[in-house]
């Protein structure tokens, strides 16, 4: 049996001035634990849900493009309270990576996979069933949708 996503979900940055929904459930749900996302989170990872762009609107507000390094990764904050929302990665174009916490309800997603292992901090576990020293690579992923799919329908 499928998973009931409860779509669409809505969800907003901190002060409420950037909206955004979701009409299609996730790819994949993930927690990162490189140096960016722990600076850009202000934490031990940022969490994460991959779904395919057409299935997520920013419904108020203008994002803004930020924490820029030269990366091949666009990273959307609200540009009232900063707080990064998103983040399109060109590696993966037609996706977006939506920081689960800004959803308005969050009680039933967690990690499936976590990644960048190899910067993790000492106290931080995610209870991810699967877990990558680095990013897992081009050809991990069509063998790790499905294994999200099957784990999501337990």
Known sequence: MAKDWKLPRKGSCR???LSIEVTVAPMMTA????RGCQKMASSAYSLTMMVPEDGFAVTSGEPVLGGLKGEEV????????LTWVFSKPKR???????RSSM???TS????FIETCTEDKLAFAETGAPRSFEKF????????LLQAFGEWVAR
Do not use: K, R
Not at 74 to 81: D, G, L, T, V, W
Not at 92 to 98: K, M
């Open 31 to 34: 927690a990162c634990h490189c």
């Open 136 to 143: 897992p690579g081009p050809d991990d992923f069509g063998p």
């Open 15 to 17: 002060c409420g001035a």
């Open 103 to 105: 959803l308005d309800d």
């Open 108 to 111: 039933d997603i967690a990690p």
């Open 74 to 81: 666009q990273h959307f904050f609200c540009p009232s309270c």
């Open 92 to 98: 993966l174009p037609g996706f977006v990576n939506l």
